[in-house]
Structure formats: structure tokens, C-alpha cells
């Protein structure tokens, strides 16, 4: 059974910090491509990053370019979203998903098959 759990979120003060991680189960890195969303009240979802750890390649939002940076540990199967500088308009939760390594736009949705179930983060003014 595929599961992903997100962890890492909380409250914090606009410029600061925070890591997410997500951890995977009932699957390889290597077969996958893994991102991150983020969901605020009112508002679309969002791609925010994606990763695939086959050859490394990346792909960011340009609202997060330059202050989040995503990696993955194989041998924990886990995946990492390091946000630094965060903003007030960061405020959402944010969901990994896993999807094909073979997946042409990272930053839909629609192209992942697997979802966790999301973590809470919050930055105040």
C-alpha cells in the first residue's frame, strides 16, 4: 500500500524558517517523481516543487524560486522541502504527492497518483 505523511509544518513569523518532510511507503524514489502543493482557504491549489530523484532534476514555482529547496534521502525515502524567508502569503497547507518519474508537468495536479494527507503551515506578520 502507497502512503505518504507529511510532517514538519507549524506557525512561525514572516522570515523564518521550516522543513517538511514527506515519508513514502509502499514505494521507491528511484520509480517516482514526488512534489509538493499547497492549498490556501479561497484559493486553487498550487504546485510549489517537484523532484525526481533518478537524476536529480528539480522544478520550482516561480512564487517560491530562491527560498525553498527540495531533496530526498533515498535510504529514508523521504523527501524535503527546506522553506526559508517564508512569507504571510506562504500560509497553506501543503500536501506531497507521488507520481510517474516520467511526468511532464510537475506543477498539476492531476499528473500524480498518490497523496498524503497534508500539513498545516502558517506564517504570521
Known amino acids: 500500500e502507497v502512503q505518504l505523511v507529511e510532517s514538519g509544518g507549524g506557525l512561525v513569523q514572516a522570515g523564518g524558517s521550516l522543513r517538511l518532510s514527506c515519508a513514502a511507503s509502499?514505494?521507491?524514489?528511484?520509480?517516482?517523481?514526488i512534489g509538493w502543493f499547497r492549498q490556501a482557504p479561497g484559493k486553487e491549489r498550487e504546485g510549489v516543487s517537484c523532484?525526481?530523484?533518478?537524476?536529480?532534476?528539480?522544478y520550482y514555482a516561480d512564487s517560491v524560486k530562491g527560498r525553498f529547496t527540495i531533496s530526498s534521502d533515498n535510504a529514508k525515502n523521504t523527501v524535503y522541502l527546506q522553506m526559508n524567508s517564508l512569507k504571510p502569503e506562504d500560509t497553506a497547507v501543503y500536501y506531497c504527492?507521488?507520481?510517474?518519474?516520467?511526468?511532464?508537468?510537475?506543477?498539476?495536479?492531476?499528473?500524480?497518483?498518490?497523496w498524503g494527507q497534508g500539513t498545516q503551515v502558517t506564517v504570521s506578520s
Open positions: 523532484i525526481r530523484s533518478s537524476d536529480g532534476s528539480t
Open positions: 509502499g514505494f521507491t524514489f528511484d520509480d517516482r517523481a
Open positions: 504527492a507521488a507520481g510517474p518519474i516520467g511526468l511532464i508537468r510537475p506543477w498539476l495536479g492531476y499528473e500524480y497518483d498518490y
